[in-house]
C-alpha cells in the first residue's frame, strides 16, 4: 500500500509540475503560437481573389494570386523592368532582370505592411517626393500585401450581411496599374463572397475522436489507444503544417519560427510515446499532458476557423486541412483528459496485485 501511495505520490507531483510548465512554455511560445495560423501564419477567408486580366496583355509578365487572395505574385520575364504603382499612382516597386526595389518614400510600401489599412500614414511619406529605392529581391518575381485586391479586415458588405449563405462578387473590378516605359498596363481581377462549410460535422468528429480515445483508455488496451491517439495527432499536425509551410510565402526563418509550438508538440508526443511502449506510463502522463495542450494550442484551438471558411491557403486542401486540424482537436483533447484523470483502476490494481508479495498459507 505505502508503495502505491508514493507512485500516486509522485504522478501528482509530476502533473503539478507539468501544469506550469506548460504555462510557462505557452507564454514563451505565444508568439510563435499567434504566427502559427494556420500552421505558419496564414489567414483563412471565405473571400475569393482572381486575377482577370492583364491590360494590354504584356508577353512574358505573369500576375497571380497566393495565400488565399493575401497576396500578389508578380513575375516579369519580359527583360525589361516594370514599375508597380502605389495606391496614390506613386512608384511603389520596381521589378526587372537587374532585382526588385521598393520606394521606401511611398505611403503604398506603409499600408502593405499591415492586414488592415491604418488610419494615418507618417508625414516623411510622401507619394511626390522622389522615390528612395532600397533593393529587397534579386528577381523578376516579387510578392507582397495589396489591399486593392483583399477584402479581409473591412466592414462586412451589405450583400453578405443579407445572405450570408450565398455567393456575392462584392468587388467586381479591382485595379493595380503597372508601368513599363510609357506604357501603362492595368492588372483587373475580383473579389468574390464564398460561402464556407458548415462547422458542425467536423465539431462532431472531433468529439467523437476524443470519447473513442477516452472509452479506448479504460479498456484493457488503453496503452495501444493512447500511442496510436498521439501518433496521429502528431503527424496530422506535421502534415498540416507542412501544408502551411508550403502554401506560405514567408522567409523560412519566420516559418520556422511560426512552427515553434508544433515542433514542441511533436519531440514531447514522442516522448510520451517511447514511455509508454517502455512501460513508464505515469511518467508517460506528464508528456501526454504536455503534448496535447501544445497541439491544442498549436494545431487546433487557433485553426478552429478552417472549419468554417472557404478559401484556406494550404498546399493540403481544404478536406485535408479540415480533416487534421479535427485529428489534433479530438485526439489532443482526449490527451489531455486521459493525462488527468489517470491511469485505468484495473491497470494500477494488476500493477500492484504484481508487486505484493503472495499471502501466506495457513497451516
Same mark, same amino acid.
Given at each position: 500500500?505505502?508503495?502505491?501511495?508514493?507512485?500516486?505520490?509522485?504522478?501528482?507531483?509530476?502533473?503539478?509540475?507539468?501544469?506550469?510548465?506548460?504555462?510557462?512554455?505557452?507564454?514563451?511560445?505565444?508568439?510563435?503560437?499567434?504566427?502559427?495560423?494556420?500552421?505558419?501564419?496564414?489567414?483563412?477567408?471565405?473571400?475569393?481573389?482572381?486575377?482577370?486580366?492583364?491590360?494590354?496583355?504584356?508577353?512574358?509578365?505573369?500576375?497571380?494570386?497566393?495565400?488565399?487572395?493575401?497576396?500578389?505574385?508578380?513575375?516579369?520575364?519580359?527583360?525589361?523592368?516594370?514599375?508597380?504603382?502605389?495606391?496614390?499612382?506613386?512608384?511603389?516597386?520596381?521589378?526587372?532582370?537587374?532585382?526588385?526595389?521598393?520606394?521606401?518614400?511611398?505611403?503604398?510600401?506603409?499600408?502593405?505592411?499591415?492586414?488592415?489599412?491604418?488610419?494615418?500614414?507618417?508625414?516623411?511619406?510622401?507619394?511626390?517626393?522622389?522615390?528612395?529605392?532600397?533593393?529587397?529581391?534579386?528577381?523578376?518575381?516579387?510578392?507582397?500585401?495589396?489591399?486593392?485586391?483583399?477584402?479581409?479586415?473591412?466592414?462586412?458588405?451589405?450583400?453578405?450581411?443579407?445572405?450570408?449563405?450565398?455567393?456575392?462578387?462584392?468587388?467586381?473590378?479591382?485595379?493595380?496599374?503597372?508601368?513599363?516605359?510609357?506604357?501603362?498596363?492595368?492588372?483587373?481581377?475580383?473579389?468574390?463572397?464564398?460561402?464556407?462549410?458548415?462547422?458542425?460535422?467536423?465539431?462532431?468528429?472531433?468529439? &467523437?475522436?476524443? /470519447?473513442? =480515445? @477516452?472509452? !479506448?483508455? #479504460?479498456?484493457?488496451?488503453? $496503452?495501444?489507444?493512447?500511442? *496510436?491517439?498521439?501518433?496521429?495527432?502528431?503527424?496530422?499536425?506535421?502534415?498540416?503544417?507542412?501544408?502551411?509551410?508550403?502554401?506560405?510565402?514567408?522567409?523560412?526563418?519566420?516559418?520556422?519560427?511560426?512552427?515553434?509550438?508544433?515542433?514542441?508538440?511533436?519531440?514531447?508526443?514522442?516522448?510520451?510515446?517511447?514511455?509508454?511502449?517502455?512501460?513508464?506510463?505515469?511518467?508517460?502522463?506528464?508528456?501526454?499532458?504536455?503534448?496535447?495542450?501544445?497541439?491544442?494550442?498549436?494545431?487546433?484551438?487557433?485553426?478552429?476557423?478552417?472549419?468554417?471558411?472557404?478559401?484556406?491557403?494550404?498546399?493540403?486542401?481544404?478536406?485535408?486541412?479540415?480533416?487534421?486540424?479535427?485529428?489534433?482537436?479530438? &485526439?489532443?483533447? /482526449?490527451? =489531455? @483528459?486521459? !493525462?488527468? #484523470?489517470?491511469?485505468?483502476? $484495473?491497470?494500477?490494481?494488476? *500493477?500492484?496485485?504484481?508487486?505484493?508479495?503472495?499471502?501466506?498459507?495457513?497451516?
Amino acid at each position: 500500500m505505502s508503495t502505491r501511495r508514493a507512485a500516486g505520490r509522485l504522478a501528482v507531483a509530476r502533473l503539478g509540475l507539468a501544469l506550469p510548465l506548460a504555462v510557462v512554455l505557452l507564454a514563451v511560445l505565444a508568439g510563435p503560437a499567434a504566427a502559427h495560423g494556420v500552421g505558419v501564419g496564414l489567414r483563412p477567408t471565405n473571400y475569393l481573389t482572381t486575377v482577370k486580366a492583364v491590360t494590354p496583355a504584356l508577353p512574358g509578365l505573369s500576375v497571380r494570386v497566393l495565400e488565399a487572395g493575401d497576396k500578389i505574385e508578380l513575375t516579369n520575364r519580359t527583360g525589361q523592368e516594370v514599375l508597380v504603382l502605389g495606391y496614390n499612382q506613386e512608384p511603389y516597386l520596381r521589378v526587372g532582370p537587374d532585382g526588385v526595389y521598393r520606394n521606401e518614400r511611398s505611403p503604398t510600401s506603409y499600408q502593405n505592411r499591415f492586414s488592415t489599412p491604418p488610419s494615418r500614414i507618417p508625414p516623411d511619406l510622401d507619394p511626390s517626393a522622389p522615390p528612395a529605392w532600397r533593393r529587397i529581391g534579386p528577381g523578376p518575381r516579387t510578392v507582397w500585401h495589396d489591399h486593392r485586391s483583399h477584402r479581409e479586415g473591412l466592414e462586412t458588405p451589405p450583400e453578405v450581411r443579407q445572405a450570408p449563405g450565398q455567393r456575392h462578387v462584392v468587388v467586381p473590378n479591382w485595379q493595380i496599374p503597372i508601368r513599363q516605359g510609357s506604357r501603362t498596363f492595368i492588372v483587373s481581377g475580383s473579389i468574390t463572397w464564398v460561402p464556407g462549410p458548415s462547422p458542425w460535422p467536423w465539431a462532431l468528429a472531433a468529439a &467523437l475522436l476524443c /470519447a473513442g =480515445v @477516452i472509452l !479506448a483508455s #479504460r479498456t484493457r488496451y488503453w $496503452r495501444q489507444a493512447l500511442i *496510436a491517439a498521439t501518433g496521429v495527432a502528431v503527424v496530422a499536425d506535421i502534415l498540416h503544417t507542412a501544408g502551411s509551410w508550403i502554401a506560405s510565402t514567408a522567409s523560412a526563418a519566420v516559418k520556422t519560427y511560426g512552427m515553434g509550438v508544433s515542433a514542441a508538440a511533436w519531440i514531447v508526443g514522442a516522448f510520451a510515446i517511447l514511455r509508454l511502449l517502455r512501460g513508464q506510463t505515469e511518467a508517460a502522463r506528464t508528456f501526454l499532458l504536455l503534448a496535447g495542450v501544445f497541439l491544442l494550442l498549436a494545431g487546433g484551438v487557433l485553426d478552429l476557423p478552417t472549419l468554417g471558411r472557404s478559401q484556406l491557403p494550404s498546399a493540403l486542401g481544404p478536406t485535408g486541412t479540415r480533416a487534421a486540424v479535427t485529428a489534433v482537436l479530438g &485526439l489532443g483533447a /482526449a490527451m =489531455v @483528459i486521459v !493525462a488527468l #484523470r489517470g491511469l485505468p483502476k $484495473r491497470a494500477r490494481s494488476r *500493477a500492484g496485485a504484481a508487486k505484493r508479495p503472495p499471502k501466506p498459507i495457513p497451516q
